[in-house]
């Protein structure tokens, strides 16, 4: 059976775009655990700790969907490579999220596998795009 590269990105999507979800109730859950009241972001090591997970991800996440999404259309060599590459940063982001809010000292793991999985698209999207642009003015 072959699935599509494009649906395994969009499932690895989806599965990216629930994990932010979950990062922001972990947001709720310091939240109501130490009475902190919106708009305050700050007040317990916890919470902030929470509020960087969740906001490193927001910020890792405008690089990694739009590399994901260009590395899947363009990049033919081998389809898959670009959805695994995907599962890889959510696995380094979970490895992230655990970590930091165990000791923040320990986040670096999950940040350089996420980071990895990045680079690897960025290249993938790159080796995709020059190869389509030479396609096209070949022909």
Known sequence: ????AAI???VVTIIAVVFYFYTSLGVGRMRGKHGIKAPAMTGHEEMDRAVRVHMNTLEQFVIFLPLLWIATTYFMVVAWLSPLLGLVWIIGRFIYMTSYMADP?????????ASLANVGLLI???????SAWMAVNAA
Do not use: Y
């Open 124 to 130: 993938l999207s790159i080796w995709g795009v020059v």
């Open 105 to 113: 000292d320990k986040r670096g793991t999950g940040f350089l596998i």
């Open 1 to 4: 059976m072959h699935i599509p």
């Open 8 to 10: 395994l990105s969009a």
